[in-house]
């Protein structure tokens, strides 16, 4: 499977607070802040002004099923990584055990979750 890593997603308790952080200390620039309707949260995309690497801030609303209590170390979310067929790469990964656990298709754009050997989400989209 041939793939490229994208960015990094971590589970934030506050969104303001965490964007203030990492774009008025750590120097990151906001490059875009979508609602996701089937997670019932919200998604700030942030750019290092130095190399490029991206992260993807996801907040939860209390009440929601994904705010679990937040726990310090524990907050990334997930790993992103682009691939070419996403179907393949899916029965690829079910075949080995790693089960699809959430799956979001988009007008132009489809997306899928399994997790990796210690719980931890894998996103993988075409």
Do not use: C
């Amino acid at each position: 499977m041939k793939s490229t890593f994208l960015y990094t997603g971590i589970r934030v308790k506050n969104l303001e607070e965490s964007v203030k952080f990492y774009t008025s200390l750590l120097g990151m620039k906001e490059t875009g802040r979508n609602k996701i309707e089937a997670t019932g949260g919200t998604v700030v995309g942030l750019k290092s002004v130095q190399g490029g690497q991206e992260l993807e801030l996801n907040y939860y609303p209390k009440g929601n099923r994904y705010a679990t209590k937040y726990t310090a170390g524990e907050g990334l979310d997930h790993l992103a990584f682009k691939v070419e067929d996403l179907d393949k790469v899916l029965a690829d990964f079910a075949k080995e055990g790693h089960r699809t656990v959430f799956e979001i298709k988009g007008s132009s754009s489809r997306w899928a979750y399994v997790e990796d050997p210690n719980g931890i989400w894998i996103e993988l989209f075409a």
